[in-house]
């Protein structure tokens, strides 16, 4: 295991009991667990094995956390939403990120069709240390809030949307031409991965 | 000919002699002639035979104009580009609407990651009558004007950019995909359409 | 809100509680409500909450209407579709119109393949202010419809048909590639956008 | 051989002493040759070795035809385009189903956008046996012609166009979703094909 | 109706309910009907209205036949498949030219991986008067049929397969891309296309 | 070095300087090296510094061969393709083969669309120990040769064709949904990779 | 049935009864047989006619197997995942190689992630015959086996992954532009093929 | 101007006039200028008004470096690529970093099908602070990379390649699936975002 962070399953084309199984054996040694995409089935499996995980049910997480990371909240990761139906893509980055030792803040539903509620944001997002946009249909947060900040920020294309969004499609090849630098992108719907690099970055020194 | 247009010809295509052979044709029984996707070697022919032509170089456009429309400014046609590169199709888009007799201005180079050079147009954007937002890359421009009015917004997603933005697939999709209500979109570099969509618009009583 | 537009849910996507928890806040200070895309279930559990909510099957819609807005019959928003299976999209595109003020006419299942059905309905076209085309499969009627009106055209492609309509795509493709002028584009299956745009056209002066 | 029909050698992508020299065997042992996708380069350097080889321009085909067909005239293909760009794709399939002894027609420039000037060739649709549609951007017409006629449609999508038609794939689709039964398609640009399959029809008994 | 046809009703994408009432209506003036993409129970409701209906379940049609059409054996539409799961498809367009009126014969399951199997059918392939060939796949059958016969060949791609068929989409290029000339190919999966346009070409005289 | 190999040089996207200086290092310490790829200029560019290197013009491929590999004639890869368009590819895999030391023969414009040709074939098929199929268009040359052998078939797509082959994509999909065993794909045009796969095989014992 | 090989059932999209059918033909007959893609179900019918069938539940393979093959253990074919989830697809290569007669070693689950997992494995890699690597998500254990090993490597894409892993396609680009020499590609999820083809080449002589 | 970066120009599609006047003006009240994508040409039109602006060839970057920007070593980005002729997209992204002031070091040509090679840089991947990882064809580095460091990894998909590449595509949704977590991608061939995105990581406290 890397120095610092959990161990972390992806459950999702597993059964229930391969789940279950690699989480025993990962608990015998491991102080923190994570098991994200995983089903409310196997959260209800795991914990009779391993009586202290948690559910946190919109992100479909398993967390086993038995040795708290401190994290100092002065320098936060910021989460940010399109809307209310990114949450759960968000909240799997945000809750990768709080189990890996950060703090994070969360502003939700702050799409570019209300250009307003996003500049109302502008304190925060000024004091952010790293910024996940997560936004589906047509991606464009992740642009006006790139051009809005000099730091990082990692953008996370959903699935969210219908028609000629193509399953995320849209919101990936928007991000990817954002005309704003400093923007990069993850795999569509993969609120991990951008948990796990914003917290990489925010733990530099 | 539809009364009060004048008659179009899409040159993209077509040979020299082509053009000049239909452009003479019209040049017989019609007043104004708009001719787009035209080469400066097309121009110099057709002026040859009709040399009252004009030759509007950034977008590509012959124009025939005997009988000037009058156009009042109150109502007027908003045009916007991200980029510089989008001038062209902008352009295009432009004259199609000035020489079909609508009042046109013009707000270029106001893309999303400098959101401060959009907010600063408010006042002629709540103005317009109808908006036409040209842009490449991500094509974000559409949705936060779209976010920004009550009025028709037609979107011209551009091929400009590279790499993923695939010929101007990820502009087309983003403004497609836009969460503001009130956008349609036309042909990726159709700025000929849009200026035609604007002003049966504009041009409504 | 927006002068005189009612506020709009979209339920895709959304739990039956998200729904009545959005519909039943926004109940409380607005006189208007519509909410696309809702299942029955949505209905059964918003009308608890708010009792003068109705359900329009066919278009999925749950609307509130407790002022309604007047609106002329001279000027109408005409909706089209090629074939009966547009219908739902149709139908959200015309609720949508009506609930925002608009006098709507229907003109169902005139789709190319069958011209004399379309050439019949030659008088309400040129009657109409704006006019939504529904289309799946070719799409082709958007493109027909454009060339015999000098009025905007908003195409609607949907995603009825199968094997190389890929959800949607070809219908898209065709209506973007129109060879009539005046013709813009909305998502697929996006009834309401379209339905926005047109009430938002048919409603300048 | 088979039976009746010319030899046919496909040019594109041959040199030109490649073409010469297929073309100066297939010449000692038939009488009649067709190259399609022939550059004026190699007919200059074909026409040197077999004087009586002919070259149409706007088809880009050499043919070599010293036995005449002969074809009567009341059963004939007719050669339909949408607009005049589609015309070197038309006149390879209306020159193949030529040389190959069939009696054929044209009617070109006759898109949907103008449904008026279709229905003005009742007449000949109606008259003719087999009908080949050629048309690029949205390729409505084979949708148009295969609703108005019970024989058999062939339709030739084109390349013809630009943007979001991403090179003939956009009338492609369209042809193939065409709601009009009766309709079949041959691949882009592919006037040859369709000529070919227009002329075995034709001559069924 | 057109001369000697029976009604068509497709009734993917429709209601039960739907399907019987156009059923019914279609009966009270037609002697013949056919309806595709039936299910079972779209049947059973159809055959109450309508007791001489009869359900071809591997084709999913259901055949309504008062007027039997007398049909030569002498000419005959030759329906081919490469495997055993094309049969479906195939059965649509086999039902569709019977009802039509057409003499059908039958070669399923001689996919061109055991080219001898398709050799030994040398001489009905010879004896046919058209050809409609339905496989998935590589769809590499139509190809060779088409390269044997001298005969107007109907390519159906079917979504048979798996992976990198993308729902037909592999067999679809393939047909498209036919080195064989007189192949044209109808939309994925379309059986009764094939059926109808070979019914049309084998009825000329 | 791989114990038996030639160094290789893939020369495309590089400089001519670089190509240069790569092969003047190689030739310090190897007795055989391969070039693909290689443009004329590149060639003479090369021979200046290293005297006995040969170009095989149609592979575009340069070749330094001081160590005369021996290689029986019992054991042959055999290179086939569909038309004569594929020979460029063709020659890529066979001179690569050749170079390292396998004895080659070639079967050339045997295309299914006139099986004949193929099953002439057949002596030559039976005994080949490797064969590597090279096909454009619909490529159904793999999965006919898949079928008539019980040894390892290596399908390489080339890009020859046009409009729906959409740059040698309709080939590869159709090689790799093959219904013939024994098939395995590499990438469009990379006659080098077939080559290089088919020597290792044949030179297993 | 070519010598040696049992005959093959590709079970998916076949009904229990017809799955059953082809079976009880085949065990008249042949002493061993494979049927791929089998569902449970089909397997319980399939026992009750052949009761000497075995199910290998996670490859989803039913096997009748009454003539063992000897296969020797110097001549293994090693088969390799990225990840557990690719196992379904890597069984159904190895269960199929075995039953053809073939010593079968397996190593799972290392993904180059962790790139020691798969340096650890260096003697069994040097020490196989022939090599199938599955790998889904970016597919590149394929590019760095192939560039440790002189040997045919046989790589299988599979649809393992999320988001913008396209149902395989990802995987299967990837492999298709691998930069080590050696690697064919055969269609997503093709368990079955790639171990025939492993097998062909095991047993070549 | 953000605080401490140089003002940047994007040249292509711009004409040389254009990108003249633009760097012109920046010229007059910025110490640093920075264009990327610009011809020979535009450097010596540029350079005949800003004397001292040189030219990175093969980054095609101008660059004016008034007040150096001091960088300390400890702290570098370490820029890595699969071959050489990713070189071009990997120097766009070195020289961006280093006229921001980062400290850059370069590990060209490490490409996985050679993974002794990357092996042998364990160290200095040890020691970097950021990485960007430039690779074109399979883009299997990034994955490779990221498996080996806990440090944020910027992945570059480059258009190096051929065939079913795609432009780039191949090697960008390669990336955008790496199975290692830490990972995040830029547009195809953007070495400015990515020097820009590893620039605001590197220079973070
Ligand atoms: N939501 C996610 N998306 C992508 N990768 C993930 C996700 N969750 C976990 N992972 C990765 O998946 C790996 C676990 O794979 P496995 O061995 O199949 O459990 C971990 O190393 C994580 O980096
Ligand atoms: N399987 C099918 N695929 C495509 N079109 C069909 C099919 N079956 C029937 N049709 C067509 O669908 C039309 C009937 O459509 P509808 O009016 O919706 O019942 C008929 O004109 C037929 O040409
Ligand atoms: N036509 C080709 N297609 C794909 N790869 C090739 C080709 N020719 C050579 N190669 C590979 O390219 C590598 C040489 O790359 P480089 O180091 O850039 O010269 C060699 O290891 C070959 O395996
Ligand atoms: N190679 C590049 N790729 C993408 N964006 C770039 C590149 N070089 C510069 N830019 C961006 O392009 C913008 C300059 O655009 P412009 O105003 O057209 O000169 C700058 O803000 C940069 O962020
Ligand atoms: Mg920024
Ligand atoms: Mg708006
Ligand atoms: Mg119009
Ligand atoms: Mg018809
Ligand atoms: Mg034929
Ligand atoms: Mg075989
Ligand atoms: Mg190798
Ligand atoms: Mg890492």
Known sequence: MRQGFPEVV????????QVVKIVQNLAQCNNNILASRATPEMFQAVKEIVPDAQYIEIAKMIVVEREKKKSGTERFILVMTAGTSDM????EAAVTAEVMGNSVRRVYD???AGIHRLLAQHEI????NVIIVVAGMEGAL???VGGMVAKPVIAVPTSVGYGANFGGLSALLSMLNSCAAGV???NI?????AGRLAS??????
């Open 10 to 17: 992806f459950c999702q084309g597993k059964t229930v009991d």
């Open 88 to 91: 759960p893509v968000a909240e």
């Open 110 to 112: 702050v799409g570019v």
């Open 125 to 128: 997002l000024q004091a952010a």
């Open 142 to 144: 992740a642009s006006v």
């Open 184 to 186: 990069a992108v993850v």
């Open 189 to 193: 719907d993969n609120g991990f991965g």
């Open 200 to 205: 990489i970055i925010n733990q530099m020194r």
